[in-house]
């Protein structure tokens, strides 16, 4: 799948002053545990704050799922000057619950007789031949796996299985028996739809198989999708890669590639409960944690180019922006007055450390 990219800059400064100066030197670590994709701003063994990389929207999404940013530790010792880091995962397709499926094809029986079809599933599915129900398993299920009989004649025949996912797991199965044929998977070579080896497949959002769906074509029903789902669409499953390099005393910068359509999330956690965020009139996310004293007042600020849509979530010490990954997405961020930056000079320091190959 062909992938625009998201070039991230971000410069991160040690703060002077007493809040700092209290904790200890701010240290620099990919996140633990591994799904949480991003940066840690350590003092001592704890996270000051967390800079989360992610990807929703468009045709696909990562979960956005929380966590307490006091258990999260750095993945070593701390990123050295001149270190190079890769973090890379995949995101789904935004099937992942509630959701529903429509695999359709011909069968090409090889000789008359009874056949016997193996439909299993979680949630809902059921299987239709030559327009007559054989299997009809449409509730809700853990798995479990129900049996039908058909006596068919040598040739071919239409084929039709849905399937539905409301939560949690999710998978389908279907299998046959019959003259000649041990059981197994049905698929390839002896099902074929619009002139090609496998079935038809159409990917419908909501459980009731309506609406516009997407489609794409697939060699058998055999698939466990666990707590995902389905990948919609040819291609290798969409990735995003993100790269990042010390620069200076306790500065990173580093680029995020992202799939085409999806936005980025740069989302920011404080470790003090007591931290505020706002967005100033030159779009800068800040957040402050004041301790009595106007010197006191430590901030980390944000700023994205182009400007991003903000969140600020209630009741968490946690805000971000989201940037379209349509086009490039450079940011910004540090405890002082951000600097001046271009994407050019970030290509340059990161092709300069990154291994070869």
Known sequence: MRQRTACLILLVALAAGPVLAQGGAIRVGALQPDNWHGIGFFRGDDVAYSLRVLATGGNYRESLAGGEYKGLKPAGPGTELGSYVRQEWTVSSPLADNFSVRWTGTLRVPQTGKYTFYLASDDGARLVIDDEMVIDAWYDRSGEESVGERDLTAG????????????????????????????????????????????????????????EPQEAHVAKVDFNWGEGGPQVGEGDPPVVVLEWTRSGEGAVIGRVRAPRGSYVGLMLGALDTRNTWFLDESGVLVGSVRTGRDEDLLGF???????????????????????????????????????????????????????AG
């Open 156 to 211: 071919e025949h239409t084929l039709r299985c849905e399937y539905y996912e409301r939560g949690g797991g999710a998978q389908c199965h279907l299998a046959w028996s019959g003259p000649g044929v041990p059981r197994q998977i049905i698929g390839d070579p002896v099902m074929t739809a619009d002139g090609r080896p496998g079935l038809k497949a159409q990917y419908f959002r909501g459980t009731d198989l309506e609406g």
């Open 301 to 355: 600020r944000l700023r994205a180019w182009p400007r991003g849509l903000v969140e600020i979530r209630g009741g968490v010490p946690q805000a971000g922006l989201w940037v379209p990954a349509t086009e490039p997405v450079c940011f910004a961020a540090g405890f002082v007055p951000l600097p001046d930056v271009t994407p050019a000079a970030i290509e340059a320091e990161l092709a300069k450390v990154r291994p």
